[in-house]
C-alpha cells in the first residue's frame, strides 16, 4: 500500500507518514445527506441487519472525502442481543434497553454472544466493504468496551451519572464481575471474528468510562480491558482505546492497552500524549461542535491540535468524539484536505 493506503496503519504502528491520517467517529451517518436519503426510508435497526445498506453507507464517506479509513456502520449496542439483552432504537431519544440487567439473577442468564451466529450481518458487511475499498484505505472494525456496554444494560439507556451502574459494582462485586467477564468474552470474541470479516484495525469504544475516578476505574474495569487489549496485542491486531471525559484516565487507560490511545477535547494533545508511558499513538482531539465554526476559525483549531501533535509518528487525527448531525459536509472535505497539507508541510518542515 501507498499513499492514502496506507497512512493509518502506519501511524497504528507508530511509523512516519507522509502526512497525518485522519478520519472522523459517525463519519458514516446523519450529517450526509446520501446517509438522511436511505435511513428516510429503512428503520436504523433494519439498516445495520442488512448488510447491503450498511456497506453503503460505510463507504458513503470514503467517497465524499479524503479519509484514511474507513468504519463500519455498526452500534455498539448490537452485541447485547445476542447476550440476551433487548435493545430499541426509537425515532426520537437514545437507544433503550428493554429487559435491563438488575441483579444476579439477570447476569446469570446472560450467555456469550456468538458473533457468527448472533452479528453476521455485521461481519456480512464487513467482507462487501472490505472487497469494495479494493484496498483504497484500511477498514476499522469496532466495539463497545465492557463498562459502557454495562452501562446501558443496568442504566436501561442512557445516564447523566451512571448511578444504578455504580451502585451495582458497589453492592454486587462478584455479579458485576461475572458480567463484565461475559461482556468481555463478548466483545473480545465480536472483535476477532470482525479482524477475520476483513477488519485490519479496530476501535474499543469505552465512552462511558468518563463518570469513574481513577481508583474505580483500576478496581472494576482495568482487569477487564487488560485481558481484552492482552489478545489483541498478542494476534498483533492494531487497536484503539477510546473515551470521553477521561482526561484523569489516560494513564491507566495506556497502561490497560491499546496502540493507539484516543483523546477528546477536554485535555491539551500533547500534554495527554506526555502522560501516556507505554509508547502508545494518540488520536484526536478536536471539538465536533468546531466543525459548525467558520472556516478560519476551523483551520486555527485544527492546526492546534496539528502543533500540538508536533508531527510526531503515531497521531492520528480526529474529532474527541463523534461528527455531530448538524455539520456541514463542506466543513468535513475542507477539513480533511487541510489536515493533510497542513500536516504533511510540518513534517516536511520539520525533517520528521
Known sequence: MNGRNERFLKACRKERTDCTPVWFMRQAGRYMKAYQAIRGKYPLMEMFKNPGLAAEVTLQPVEAFAVDAAIIFADILLPLEGMGIGIAFPQSGGPRILNPVRGDADVESLRVADPDADLGYVLESLRLVRAELGGRVPLIGF??????????????????????????MYHNGDAWDR????????VLRLLLAEVRSGAQAVQVFDSWAGFLSPSDYRSYVFPHMRTLFLELERRQIPSIH?????????????????????????????RAWSSLRTGAGVQGNLDPAVMMAPEAILKKKASEVLDAAGGRAGHIFNLGHGILPQTPEDSVRMLADYVHARSGALIENNGL
Open 143 to 168: 466495539a463497545g468496551a465492557p463498562f459502557t456496554l454495562a452501562c446501558y444494560a443496568i442504566e436501561g439507556g442512557s445516564s447523566s451519572n451512571c448511578l444504578r451502574t455504580k451502585g451495582f
Open 242 to 270: 477510546f473515551g470521553t471525559g477521561t482526561a484523569g484516565l489516560l494513564p491507566l487507560m495506556a497502561e490497560a492497552g491499546g496502540d493507539i490511545i484516543g483523546v477528546d477535547w477536554r485535555i491539551p494533545l500533547d
Open 179 to 186: 458480567l463484565m467477564r461475559k461482556l468481555g468474552q463478548t
